[in-house]
């Protein structure tokens, strides 16, 4: 209840207030703010995946200013030495207005990226464009298979279904990269699973299942639990080093963050940035009232 009042009343503050619960999580507006991020994270031996804010757009236009707000965004971290790679959104290059604009969109992020050998990642979004973001992800693979990577979400029943699917794609010179995620929309019971426990089982399996086949993971959660069971199975697969990573959210349980590095694992942050951070934050709040109660907590830990 306190949540769900504090997100209807949220969009009717100033946005310097909103920014007040925001800016953990959020690196900055710009380009410039997002290196400074990823800069400091390189230097505890962090990655970073960056993302500029913006999804749902309304018009084309909108679509093609954010592909250019990407083509800067990898000129300053290749000329900025960052350890990094991108993380992008579909709709936010127009999946939803017309899935070829956006598929050129992102291809030619993806044709940047790869001449710089780096990495675009393609963020799992509702259940209404996952299919289509497969589609996508399929297609972009067959043209640059070491520099795509896709997002798959365990809340949903079809999820294992999707990589048995997808493993024909994997070979050992250009394995197939998932991220996997617990998933953060809030979706019918048809389509996703909602207890905890289920979840987390499926998490779990779907990791085994990828390490077995020798994909390349990445388990992006803050759950203890999950990242415990992680470490079993990366030992009990031997998987080696360059074969995963974990993965975690900009502000999210740094001390957790910090112990995984220390404990020698492979750490990469999520760093959101952008002019859209406001909508950002409003939307995601309004998706998920659960992330309320973090954004508070993280404001009482601050003092
Ligand atoms: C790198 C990365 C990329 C992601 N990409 C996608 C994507 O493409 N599509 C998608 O649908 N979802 C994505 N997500 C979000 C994900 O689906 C979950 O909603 C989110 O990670 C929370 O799930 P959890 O696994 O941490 O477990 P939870 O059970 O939600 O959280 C475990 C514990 O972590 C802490 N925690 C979790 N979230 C927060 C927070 N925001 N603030 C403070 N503490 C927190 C709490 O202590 C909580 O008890 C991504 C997450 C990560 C880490």
């Not at 690196?27 to 390189?42: C, F, V, Y």
Request: hydrophobic share 40%; proline share 4%.
């Amino acid at each position: 209840m306190f949540n769900k009042f504090i997100v209807s009343i949220l969009p009717y503050f100033p946005e310097k207030f909103v920014w007040i619960f925001s800016r953990s999580y959020i690196a900055g507006e710009t380009i410039d703010d997002a290196i400074r991020a990823s800069k400091n994270l390189n230097s505890r031996k962090i990655k970073v995946t960056l993302d500029v804010l913006g999804e749902f757009i309304s018009t084309i236009e909108e679509a093609e200013a954010n592909k250019e707000e990407y083509l800067h965004l990898i000129e300053a971290v290749t000329k900025n030495g960052i350890d990094g790679n991108y993380s992008v959104k579909p709709t936010s290059f127009g999946l939803l207005i017309d899935k070829n604009i956006c598929y050129n969109h992102i291809r030619e992020i993806t044709a940047k990226a790869a001449s710089v050998n780096s990495f675009i990642r393609i963020d799992m979004e509702d259940s209404p464009c996952t299919d289509l973001e497969i589609e996508l992800f399929r297609k972009l693979k067959s043209e640059f298979p070491a520099n795509v990577g896709l997002v798959l979400q365990a809340y949903l029943r079809k999820t294992m279904n999707d990589i048995r699917n997808l493993t024909d794609l994997n070979n050992p010179e250009t394995p197939l990269s998932i991220r996997l995620c617990k998933g953060i929309y809030v979706e019918p019971e048809s389509v996703a699973y909602k207890k905890y426990e289920e979840i987390n089982q499926h998490f779990l399996e779907e990791i085994e299942f990828m390490m077995r086949n020798k994909f390349h993971v990445a388990i992006a959660t803050h759950d203890k639990h999950l990242i415990d069971e992680s470490y079993r199975l990366i030992e009990k697969y031997s998987v080696p080093e360059n074969m995963y990573e974990f993965q975690m959210l900009y502000g999210v349980t740094p001390h957790l963050r910090d112990t995984i590095v220390n404990d020698g694992h492979a750490m990469r942050i999520y760093v959101p940035f952008g002019k859209d951070w406001f909508g950002y934050s409003t939307r995601r709040l309004k998706e998920n009232p659960k992330m309320a109660s973090h954004i508070i907590k993280a404001i009482f830990y601050k003092g």
